[in-house]
């Protein structure tokens, strides 16, 4: 069992590129989400999604899409990428919405030079 | 101020050490999540609760409701105990999403 799989796991980008961030789960979670972690900061929710086709936004949207086409994949889009989106970012699959354990990938560590 | 705040910061412990990491919050919740990030970067579940006291190995989690306040403590610790803690809220009416605080640092020295 894969778990949840993130990648890359390290990439550099030059301000105004855009990228995807892969993220993909195999245990047919309802419930995906994006976070970003900065130097102390906690976790902080970007985009999130309660099942194929509906996502939301979280606390810290901006300069981020997300889409659910299928069950298992959940990408993060980098539109235009700026030096305040370096930041190390995980994704998290739980089995539903509410009151279940969440299961994180082992992040990216995205560097915007 | 936050709505998840942990207690302390950092915090250094010799091997073998009674270990409490605490947190407040301040909104309603429907459950607390205890988190372990380990020095590699990833993160794994370790408890999640919303009454009493869970155990699972030398860890174990407690939650006081009325307080606002859980802790986690290490019994026996242990320099594979090192890492980055952290708690996180599920607060109700919030769609399901998580209120995380700052994490506490542990470092257990052998």
């Known amino acids: 069992n894969a778990g949840v799989t993130q990648t890359p796991k390290f990439q550099v980008l030059k301000t105004g590129q855009s990228m995807t961030l892969q993220c993909a789960q195999d245990?047919?979670?309802?419930?995906m989400s994006w976070y970003r972690q900065d130097p102390g900061m906690g976790l902080r929710l970007i985009h999130y999604?309660?099942?194929?086709?509906?996502?939301d936004q979280g606390e810290v949207p901006n300069g981020y899409n997300v889409s659910r086409s299928t069950t298992e994949d959940f990408p993060l889009r980098l539109l235009s990428a700026a030096p305040s989106q370096t930041s190390v970012y995980f994704c998290?699959?739980?089995?539903?919405?509410?009151?279940?354990?969440?299961?994180f990938g082992d992040g990216t560590r995205l560097s915007i030079l | 101020k936050n709505e998840v705040e942990q207690s302390p910061q950092n915090l250094t412990a010799q091997e073998g050490e009674f270990i409490t990491i605490n947190c407040s919050y301040s909104?309603?919740?429907?459950?607390l999540h205890w988190l372990q990030q380990h020095p590699g970067g990833g993160i794994v579940s370790l408890f999640m609760?919303?009454?009493g006291k869970k155990k699972h190995g030398r860890l174990i989690a407690t939650i006081n409701i009325q307080e606002k306040h859980s802790s986690l403590h290490i019994t026996a610790s242990h320099p594979r105990d090192s890492a980055v803690y952290i708690c996180?809220?599920?607060?109700?009416?919030?769609?399901?999403?998580?209120?995380f605080g700052k994490g506490t640092k542990l470092s257990v020295k052998p």
């Open positions: 998290a699959s739980s089995r539903r919405q509410y009151n279940q354990p969440q299961h």
């Open positions: 999604s309660v099942g194929a086709g509906i996502t």
């Open positions: 909104v309603g919740i429907s459950a």
């Open positions: 996180a809220a599920l607060s109700r009416g919030s769609q399901g999403n998580l209120i």
């Open positions: 609760l919303s009454s």
């Open positions: 245990m047919n979670h309802e419930y």
